[in-house]
C-alpha cells in the first residue's frame, strides 16, 4: 500500500512540473500568409503566436518584428511557420553559395503535388531520353545517377506550352553545373521529409 501510494504522489508530482514547463511560454512570429523566397517581409507577412519557451529554439520575438520587417525570405516561407534567424536574410538572393535553376519536366520526372518550399532530392543520371521520350540506346546506363539537395522555389503547371512543368529550384551553387549538363530527360525529383 505504501509503494502505491509513493506511486501516485511521484505521478502527481510528475504531472505537476510537466504542466509547469509547459506553461512557459513566449509570444514570437510566424508567418501569416506564404511568402516567396527572396521577397522582401512586410508588416501583413507576420502574425503573433504563443509558443513554448524552449532555449534549443532560436524563435524570433515579437519585440523584434522591426527588425524582420523589410529584410528578405530566405526560403519560400509557407503561412504558419514559425520563425527563426536562418529562414530570413539580406536582400541578396539567391543567398551566397546557392544558385537557382528552373527545369522543364513531364509528369512522372516529378512527386504530383509538389508545392513551394518543399524539400527534393534531384537525381541526374547520366543518360536521358531523347526528343521521344524513349531512352537514349547510344548512352550506357552503368554509373548511379547523382543525388542533389535543393528546396522548390515555384511550381508552374502551365509550364512550358509543350506538356512539360517548369519546376525552379534553390540549390548548392556547386551543383548548378551538374544539373546544366544533364541531358534531356535525366533529372527525376522526389520529395525528401523536411529537415528538422
Do not use: H
Not at 504522489?9 to 504531472?15: D, I, M
Not at 536562418?86 to 513531364?106: E, N, R, W
Amino acid at each position: 500500500m505504501a509503494l502505491g501510494s509513493l506511486l501516485v504522489v511521484v505521478c502527481v508530482l510528475g504531472y505537476a512540473w510537466g504542466a509547469v514547463r509547459l506553461g512557459d511560454r513566449i509570444q514570437v512570429l510566424a508567418v501569416a500568409r506564404p511568402v516567396a523566397a527572396g521577397q522582401v517581409i512586410a508588416v501583413a507577412d507576420l502574425t503573433q503566436v504563443s509558443a513554448a519557451d524552449d532555449p534549443g529554439v532560436l524563435l524570433i520575438p515579437v519585440a523584434q518584428a522591426e527588425e524582420v520587417i523589410g529584410r528578405t525570405a530566405v526560403v519560400p516561407l509557407l503561412a504558419g511557420t514559425l520563425l527563426t534567424p536562418s529562414l530570413i536574410g539580406d536582400a541578396a538572393f539567391p543567398p551566397p553559395g546557392k544558385v537557382t535553376a528552373s527545369l522543364a519536366l513531364k509528369p512522372g520526372q516529378y512527386p504530383q503535388g509538389l508545392t513551394n518550399g518543399a524539400r527534393v532530392a534531384v537525381f541526374v543520371s547520366a543518360t536521358g531520353t531523347g526528343a521521344e521520350g524513349q531512352a537514349n540506346p547510344a548512352a550506357k546506363a552503368t554509373a548511379a545517377p547523382t543525388r542533389l539537395r535543393a528546396v522548390v522555389l515555384g511550381v508552374d503547371l502551365a509550364g512550358d506550352g509543350q506538356g512539360s512543368t517548369v519546376i525552379t529550384l534553390l540549390l548548392d551553387a556547386s551543383d548548378g553545373p551538374r544539373l546544366a549538363a544533364a541531358p534531356e530527360g535525366a533529372v527525376v525529383l522526389m520529395q525528401t521529409a523536411p529537415e528538422r
